[in-house]
């Protein structure tokens, strides 16, 4: 019998699995659902490491930035950050990254 997955790696594996999913004219779908592919991995490594106080996107932001134990991720983790944020709160066709990009 095998152990559930803690909520984040559960999430995690779910979008992931999603991401095949999504055909190439949803370039805004793609980029959403991988930068919560990616949050999800995130929250999951801060609770893996009993992070404090991680409660929203400036704090997950925060604690990337500021340990040095996790500047690579915070270097992938921040362009994807502002992209899905274009995508998703500035949705413009005109400025949507071409699938192979993504």
Sequence with gaps: MSLPSPPNIAQWKHNRAFLQAIPPDY???????????????????LDHD???GVTSHETRNGA?????R????????QPLYGLARTM?????????VPWPAI
């Design 27 to 45: 370039p805004d779908w793609a980029v959403t659902v991988t930068f919560y592919t990616a949050l999800h991995a995130v929250d999951a490594l």
């Design 64 to 68: 990337l930035m500021r340990t040095n």
């Design 88 to 96: 998703i709160y500035l949705a413009d066709p005109q400025r949507w």
């Design 70 to 77: 996790y500047t690579k991720i915070w270097e992938s983790y």
């Design 50 to 52: 009993k992070f404090p």
